[in-house]
């Protein structure tokens, strides 16, 4: 009995240790358990490809070559400039119409004191910095595939979730026959393991960042190759592990994306044979000092579409209530301004679209919603633009294409021409372009990912496309009419609420220097050209 316990308790004592000093061995292999997610510390990955790099492009330093100048024009250099049109030698009369002259704005730095300008632009090179760490994954960075490495890996297309664990896919060796065929992997937010063993393969550093495996075979080394595992140990949303893989005089880098899926907001709306426009579509728009306007564009709604909903947004300083069915009306502070005006409106839409209208806009028979949801609905575009026919019976479209180029530490220059890059197969209405007019339709949430910035209080339209460029693929079709009920008008035929909107609209000076600070410091722009 006294034996039994004894024993009893030896065996504990053993077993306690044992298990002691597996969890030690299991702590100091462990991959690193803090993580650092500061900007600029998670890229060890960025000098390894630099160095490698630079290896490659010394090789033929001292061969000769010639500049063929045509196409190096075509280059981004580190810099950029918005140059305006030369003013022609004989000023013909509607030059400006029928060959419209690019201009030139390259102040956007005005909108700062002289003296803070250079507090102002350390500041924005900061926050540009961290813009780009938070953008950038080492996914994004260069890597070179060397010529004839004998390592065979995946180039794109790995991804793994955090925490989890993935086996590797096409890893090989192809190689003559040597006495010990060996390779290394090497990981910088993650471990390696394999799923199974193969026989005559020696595998270190199981469960670490570092793992070798070497065999006399090179078979059965790329047949363990085919079960060697990554489990990704550092937790990041959205980043890339550099994984270092070598052998005796070769070595090659490939990335594995490492993040969440993206989580889809998909709109349920009825569908009954054809679109059915009250379910798919809300109608957002803001208005000021307008009501008799707003009045007339309801009810030219309501003899289309009786049931679709109507979202205003209004900062009047004594608003009027607008009913009906169907129609929400958001009061907002006074004067607070048409972008937050848009913002609010769109930030209230449930359904899968929005549609801006303006509140001077009429619907007419040519105002076909059908038509705007039928390409949305068949295409991947997330918005598309209709036409505006004026009172004079001029219909404007207002297409434009927008480029950026890189300008350095100065910001960049942002490039707005009017036209278009391609017509839309299938749609021979429609064409790609990079703005549109004020009267699209767009997928809601995505309108409501680039927002509209609301300090751009007065008149204020391309800035949205510029903030949604390269987010937004958007479409112009010119078969989709709306009309406008102002605009082109004599002076004397004004209404007193007309004159007290265009006084308020257009008085403020303020706004010219808001917006180039926004161009300056948001976007990071120097200079702006456009025709
Ligand atoms: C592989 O890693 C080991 C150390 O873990 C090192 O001794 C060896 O030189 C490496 N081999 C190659 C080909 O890089």
Redesign the pocket.
């Known amino acids: 009995m006294m034996r039994c316990l004894v024993q009893k308790k030896t065996y504990l004592v053993i077993l306690s240790s044992l298990l002691l000093f597996a969890l030690l061995l299991y702590w100091t292999r462990r991959a690193p358990t803090t993580v650092d997610v500061r900007s600029g510390q998670s890229y060890k990955a960025q000098n390894v490809l630099k160095e490698r790099l630079q290896n490659v492009q010394n090789s033929y330093d001292n061969i000769p070559y010639v500049l063929k100048e045509s196409v190096a024009g075509r280059l981004a250099l580190n810099g950029c400039v918005c140059e305006a049109d030369k003013k022609p030698a004989i000023d013909l009369p509607f030059a400006q119409v029928l060959f419209p002259r690019v201009w030139a704005q390259d102040d956007f730095h005005t909108a700062f004191q002289e003296a803070e300008l250079a507090q102002v632009k350390s500041r924005r090179q900061q926050e540009y910095n961290s813009f780009q760490q938070r953008y950038q994954t080492p996914a994004d960075l260069l890597v070179i595939a060397e010529a004839n490495s004998p390592l065979q890996y995946p180039t794109q297309g790995v991804e793994v979730r955090p925490l989890k664990t993935i086996v590797i896919p096409g890893l090989g060796l192809k190689e003559k026959h040597r006495q010990l065929h060996?390779v290394?992997l090497t990981a910088t937010l993650g471990t390696f393991d394999v799923l199974a063993t193969v026989d005559g393969v020696s595998i270190?550093?199981q469960g670490m960042m570092?793992m070798?495996l070497s065999s006399r075979l090179l078979s059965t080394l790329n047949r363990q190759l085919q079960f060697v595992t990554y489990t990704n140990t550092l937790f990041h949303p959205r980043t890339a592990d550099t994984v270092q893989f070598?052998?005796?005089g070769h070595q090659s880098v490939f990335t594995m994306k490492v993040g969440h899926a993206v989580i889809p907001k998909l709109y349920h709306s009825v569908y009954t044979g054809e679109y059915s426009i009250s379910s798919l579509v809300t109608i957002a728009t803001k208005t000021f000092l307008r009501y008799d306007k707003l009045q007339d564009l309801i009810d030219s709604i309501r003899e289309f579409y009786p049931t679709v909903a109507i979202v205003i947004a209004d900062d009047n300083e004594h608003p009027q209530p607008v009913k009906g069915p169907h129609i929400e009306h958001y009061i907002m502070p006074f004067g607070k301004g048409w972008f937050a005006g848009r913002n609010l409106a769109v930030s209230q839409v449930t359904t899968k679209y929005v549609l801006w209208v303006d509140d001077d806009f009429l619907f007419t028979s040519n105002t076909r919603l059908e038509n705007m949801v039928e390409i949305l609905e068949k295409t991947t575009l997330d918005m598309v633009g209709g036409a505006v026919r004026e009172t004079t019976g001029y219909t404007a479209t207002f297409r434009h294409t927008i480029s950026v180029e890189e300008g350095g530490e100065e910001g960049d220059c942002i490039h707005i021409r009017n036209g278009y890059h391609h017509v839309i197969d299938g749609f021979p209405n429609c064409v790609l372009a990079d703005a549109v007019i004020n009267f699209f339709m767009g997928r809601t949430d995505k309108m409501q990912q680039v927002g509209f910035d609301p300090r751009l209080n007065r008149v204020a339209h391309l800035e949205f496309f510029i903030d949604g460029l390269g987010i937004l693929h958007i479409a112009s079709c010119d078969d989709i009419i709306i009309n406008h009920a102002s605009k082109i008008k004599l002076p004397w035929g004004k209404s007193d609420s007309e004159k007290a909107y265009a006084k308020f609209r257009y008085s403020s000076s303020d706004a010219v220097q808001i917006k180039n600070a926004l161009f300056y410091f948001k976007n990071r722009l120097k200079c702006m050209s456009s025709n």
């Open positions: 060996t290394n270190r550093g570092h070798t070598e052998t005796d």
